[in-house]
């Protein structure tokens, strides 16, 4: 079997799919400012945390503000956000991904969660997956956000598996880039293109068996 003892995975844009979520929200905030936000510069969002994700959405409408307000704004963005959230159930689980973890949940490999979302609790008990985690590392427990490896690191710590010892399933590049300063293995779920830096590069996890990792 293979040296695999955690399998650490990002929430958004691996276990289901947020960032067009996120993407309506941050292009209602944008156009109230006055600025349109493309799909495109929403995708540099991916795995940064909401703050700093609000400042370079500022820093691309040329608007500067006191930081009083960048955080109401940050606060009303996720009340926009959480309107989506809040109607989200099982069915927006991407393909796989449950038969995936309880493969490697059965296997005595940890479940890990590394997320730079304050809301990963929540969306995990909206879409009923919360149980199957042996650890979940937020955004509320962090204070770096990706590409710095602190989320990872923690998640590896929660659970005493050094990081040589863990995988990172991620779809972000920054998020990838976070792994592998921590010293972990890398799966980019999505293009190759764009996660070219992983180890592998997958387009999820539809049929993928838990021999895979012995690949790695
Ligand atoms: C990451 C997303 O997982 O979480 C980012 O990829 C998002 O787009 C970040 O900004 C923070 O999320 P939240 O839910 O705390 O606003
Ligand atoms: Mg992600």
Redesign the pocket.
């Known amino acids: 079997m293979s040296e695999i003892k955690a399998c650490i995975f990002?929430?958004?844009?691996v276990i289901v799919d947020?960032?067009k979520y996120?993407f309506l929200a941050w292009r209602k905030l944008a156009n109230e400012l006055g600025f349109d936000f493309s799909e495109e510069q929403n995708e540099m969002?991916?795995?940064?945390?909401?703050i700093?994700?609000l400042r370079l959405i500022l820093e691309l409408g040329g608007v500067s503000m006191s930081e009083e307000d960048i955080q109401l704004l940050a606060a009303k963005?996720?009340e926009d956000?959480l309107i989506f959230v809040n109607q989200m159930d099982e069915k927006e689980i991407l393909p796989g991904v449950v038969s995936f973890l309880e493969q490697v949940r059965a296997s005595g490999m940890k479940v890990v969660l590394g997320?730079?979302?304050?809301?990963?609790e929540r969306?995990l008990k909206q879409i009923n997956l919360i149980d199957i985690f042996d650890v979940i590392i937020?955004?509320t427990k962090t204070s770096r956000s990706k590409p710095d490896p602190q989320v990872f690191i923690m998640g590896a710590e929660a659970v005493s598996i050094p990081n040589e010892h863990c995988v990172v399933f991620e779809?972000?590049p920054k998020g990838v880039q976070a792994a592998q300063a921590a010293g972990m293995k890398t799966v980019g779920i999505g293009k190759s293109d764009v996660l070219g830096a992983a180890d592998r590069v997958i387009p999820g996890f539809e049929g993928l068996e838990l021999e895979f990792l012995q690949t790695l």
């Open positions: 990002d929430l958004d844009g947020t960032a996120h969002l991916k795995g940064v945390s909401r700093e994700s963005k996720n956000y997320s730079a979302s304050k809301n990963a969306i937020d955004g779809d972000a």
